[in-house]
């Protein structure tokens, strides 16, 4: 075992985010450690009474630039990089008068904070901090010699070894601390570079680094022989900062599983595109029942009707809050998840005594139009794209049939298409007055998703005889839009673009039936 470094005996903290600083602070001088501090920092210790000494006294020099210079001098970087155990490094400390640091106690300017608020340009340029990467890359590449804590989240655990090592940290705990510390630096450019890139307009740039915070270990992952997390990356890019399941509160229920976080995402990003009262059911990422109705419970029960079976065991959206009588008819289901933009008292009460059930509060609704980028892992290399945040208008649709949709019709072929943008192609959602009343999902081929559609809504006993029919894509043979006029389907909308066009729309013509172009793909994998 390797032997514990010597006590703790002089100290230097400077940090943005003062929470809990003073009384870690106070714990430190209390043990006879020296402190050594900047600008805000060492007045704040010193308002609280203790004892402390300016860096500028130890520099020689005052801090210039508006603060930007205060800590890059080697009579701060000598103390955190001169390596204890070589005489030479020792002997160039004493020959400069410089004295050692034996922990650094460091956290950064608030960057993605001020991008977040909206705020100028120029206002994040000066929240990109500089001395302090410096100061936290050099501790913790020295960190067998100098601890370095970057989260006020450690103040316990270091005092608490403090205490169980005589005034001394170990081994353990300072690899520990190290690698925190180079995330954090890691994290905080990544998000600099990211905010550049846009402010620059360019979409991909050069090189893409991902940054992401633990937000939970989940029991495992997609199965049991798996392991699995959830981090978020809301600090990397936050202008994407989004309501959903990444910054929701947890009101009940158990932790969520990997497979929850993926489910409820996907429930959630489905029913923001709806501005009426709207449910949506799903699962395992696909709705297996979407509806808008005069009221949540409304839209509830015909979200339901579409898929009871399949809902069984899903995750519930709602983009209302949550009043008592639909979270009383949601009780009468087993549901995995249900999350809401909020929830009335009541209703709280009634869903608590399903103790199975996970309760989300969002405090919002995202908005389906903004940007965003969607990452998928490869095997050695990461996908990325645009997230798909255009909807069909009623202004873009190309009625290519002799018989044009009504209005019910167009107002149900928009819903049905923006139904189909959230379901695993190649996707059919069959529909009628706002709800889905049939979803084929995930099929290789485009006929057997109408098929599955039609067998749901007649499992269902759903009426498909005058209904409408949203397809993600082409149908690149007649025989899809055949199955679909055999059921009873009376209105299309797809995007067109096949080489067959003229023979769908042959046959839809044939059926009289109405078919418009979206000209809008919505492949979904």
């Known amino acids: 075992m390797t032997a514990s470094p010597r006590p703790i005996r002089r100290a230097l903290l400077s940090v943005s985010d003062k ?7 106070r714990e430190l001088a209390a043990r006879g450690v020296v402190l050594v501090s900047t600008g805000g920092t060492a007045r704040t210790l010193a308002d609280a009474g203790l004892p402390v000494t300016e860096v500028a006294a130890v520099t020689g020099f005052p801090e210039m630039l508006d603060g930007r210079v205060k800590t890059l001098h080697p009579a701060i970087h000598g103390g955190l990089l001169a390596r204890r155990d070589r005489s030479d490094h020792l002997a160039a400390l004493a020959g400069h008068g410089i004295a050692e640091i034996d922990l650094l106690v460091s956290n950064l ?7 977040e608020s909206g705020a100028g340009r120029e206002d994040c340029v000066e929240n990109i901090d500089i001395g302090g990467p410096a100061l936290i890359r050099a501790a913790a590449k020295n960190h067998e010699f100098v601890a370095v804590v970057t989260d006020p989240a450690d103040y316990p655990p270091v005092l608490a070894e403090l205490a169980a090592r005589e005034g001394a940290i170990g081994d353990d705990m300072r690899r520990g601390l190290a690698r925190k510390a180079y995330a954090l630096t890691a994290a905080y450019d990544s998000a600099i570079a990211a905010w550049m890139a846009r402010e620059e307009g360019i979409e991909f740039p050069e090189t893409l680094v991902v940054a992401g915070r633990l937000a939970e270990r989940t029991r495992y992952g997609e199965n049991p022989h798996q392991q699995g997390a959830f981090y978020r990356t809301d600090a990397w890019r936050p202008d994407e900062r989004r309501y959903g399941v990444a910054t929701a509160r947890q ?4 932790e969520l599983s990997y497979n929850n976080y993926n489910d409820t995402d996907a429930a959630f990003e489905a029913v923001a595109e709806f501005a009426e009262p709207a449910v949506v059911i799903v699962k395992h990422a696909n709705p297996c029942g979407v509806a808008t109705g005069a009221s949540l419970h409304a839209a509830w029960r015909r979200a339901l009707a579409c898929d009871s079976v399949s809902a069984f065991g899903g995750v519930v959206a709602v983009n209302r809050q949550l009043d008592p009588a639909t979270a009383a008819a949601i009780a009468e289901l087993f549901v995995e998840v249900v999350i809401a933009p909020g929830v009335e008292p009541e209703a709280a009460a ?13 405090d919002g609704v995202p908005d389906p139009a903004a940007p965003g980028w969607v990452l998928r892992s490869l095997s050695g290399g990461l996908l990325v794209q645009e997230r798909d945040r255009v909807s069909a208008e009623a202004g873009g649709l190309k009625t290519v049939t002799k018989r044009a949709p009504n ?8 819903f049905a298409d923006k139904v189909a943008k959230h379901v695993k192609s190649n996707a059919i959602v069959l529909a009628r007055a706002g709800a889905t009343i049939g979803i084929g999902a995930g099929q290789p081929s485009r006929v057997d998703s109408v098929k599955i559609a039609v067998a749901k809504a007649g499992e269902a006993k759903l ?5 409408v029919l949203a397809s993600d894509a082409f149908f690149p043979f007649a025989d899809g839009i055949e199955a679909a006029i055999a059921a009873g389907i009376a209105a299309v909308i797809q995007p067109g673009g096949s080489r067959r066009d003229a023979e769908v729309i042959a046959a839809a013509d044939q059926a009289g039936i109405a078919m418009v172009f979206s000209g809008l793909r919505h492949f979904r994998h």
């Open 407 to 414: 209005a019910a019709e167009i107002a149900d072929l928009l």
């Open 251 to 254: 009101a009940q229920g158990r």
């Open 109 to 115: 300017y608030p960057f993605a904070a001020t991008v």
């Open 463 to 467: 009426t498909i005889q005058g209904a």
């Open 19 to 25: 929470d809990g600083l003073v009384p870690f602070a």
């Open 350 to 362: 009634i869903l608590a005594g399903r103790t199975g059930l996970r309760l989300l509060v969002t």
